[in-house]
């Protein structure tokens, strides 16, 4: 596995037994994300899209394969290792933001730092510090109640970013949005990708945002495939 890459998977298994009996989800899945880059991932509902956020960004385990994330092996980690990786090189942006409403903006993209040890003075300026380049610099101090929605991902996003991760993985994080919304949220997000060398995998039904990404991947019956996507430029 190459270093070069913040997320490589090879081989990657995961089955679930249900009450009609076992279902291979993934079967026996590549990828690789390097930095700077926005990978998507495409495929119907059950296709097992959440299955891989979920391995790569090491909530689950897979039944086989392995996971490095930039260039640490994962298989031999305990879970507290896991836990350490986690909330050291990987942020997680989903549909839903999980805001905590009694803080407010800046307050909730300071709580990985803050769950971390840093000073809340030094968690703060790294939480305006990233409201502001996502547009949010005079609504830091609002709760997430008198946010819009597409400003409550924004915020989600950039709690997502504040601990500095290498790794971002995104579930649908448009997927709550209206479509003006969701091309707003997915720039300020492409851009905050390219300008701090993150790498993104992101999952995803919208096929005009899946248009503006370097990479797409469509899951379907457990593999991967690479499709070419149209190249939209911000």
Same mark, same amino acid.
Request: glycine content about 12%; cysteine-free; charged content about 25%.
């Given at each position: 596995?190459?270093?070069?890459?913040?997320?490589?998977?090879?081989?990657?298994?995961?089955?679930?037994?249900?009450?009609?009996?076992?279902?291979?989800?993934?079967?026996?899945?590549?990828?690789?994300?390097?930095?700077?880059?926005?990978?998507?991932?495409?495929?119907?509902?059950?296709?097992?899209?959440?299955?891989?956020?979920?391995?790569?960004?090491?909530? /689950?385990?897979?039944?086989?394969?392995?996971?490095?994330?930039?260039?640490?092996?994962?298989?031999?980690?305990? /879970?507290?290792?896991?836990?350490?990786?986690?909330?050291?090189?990987?942020?997680?942006?989903?549909?839903?933001?999980?805001?905590?409403?009694?803080?407010?903006?800046?307050?909730?993209?300071?709580?990985?730092?803050?769950?971390?040890?840093?000073?809340?003075?030094?968690?703060?300026?790294?939480?305006?510090?990233?409201?502001?380049?996502?547009?949010?610099?005079?609504?830091?101090?609002?709760?997430?109640?008198?946010?819009?929605?597409? /400003?409550?991902?924004?915020?989600?996003?950039?709690?997502?970013?504040?601990?500095?991760?290498?790794?971002?993985?995104?579930?649908?994080?448009?997927?709550?949005?209206?479509?003006?919304?969701?091309?707003?949220?997915?720039?300020?997000?492409?851009?905050?990708?390219?300008?701090?060398?993150?790498?993104?995998?992101?999952?995803?039904?919208?096929?005009?945002?899946?248009?503006?990404?370097?990479?797409?991947?469509?899951?379907?019956?457990?593999?991967?495939?690479?499709?070419?996507?149209?190249?939209?430029?911000?």
């Amino acid at each position: 596995m190459s270093e070069a890459n913040l997320l490589s998977i090879r081989g990657l298994r995961r089955t679930y037994v249900t009450s009609a009996g076992s279902l291979e989800v993934l079967k026996g899945v590549d990828l690789d994300v390097r930095p700077g880059e926005v990978v998507g991932l495409i495929g119907p509902s059950g296709s097992g899209k959440s299955s891989l956020l979920h391995a790569a960004g090491l909530l /689950e385990r897979p039944d086989a394969g392995t996971i490095a994330i930039d260039g640490e092996d994962t298989g031999g980690l305990d /879970e507290r290792g896991r836990t350490r990786l986690r909330l050291a090189k990987i942020g997680f942006v989903y549909q839903f933001h999980h805001l905590m409403p009694e803080f407010d903006a800046r307050d909730n993209a300071a709580l990985p730092l803050r769950m971390g040890g840093v000073k809340q003075a030094e968690a703060r300026a790294r939480a305006s510090e990233l409201l502001t380049t996502l547009g949010l610099g005079e609504r830091q101090t609002h709760q997430p109640g008198q946010l819009s929605g597409g /400003e409550q991902q924004r915020v989600a996003i950039a709690r997502a970013l504040a601990n500095r991760p290498r790794l971002l993985l995104a579930d649908e994080p448009t997927g709550n949005l209206d479509p003006a919304t969701s091309q707003a949220v997915f720039a300020a997000l492409h851009d905050l990708v390219r300008e701090t060398g993150v790498g993104a995998l992101i999952a995803t039904h919208n096929m005009e945002l899946a248009g503006h990404m370097d990479r797409v991947f469509a899951l379907k019956d457990g593999h991967l495939e690479e499709r070419a996507a149209e190249s939209h430029a911000y």
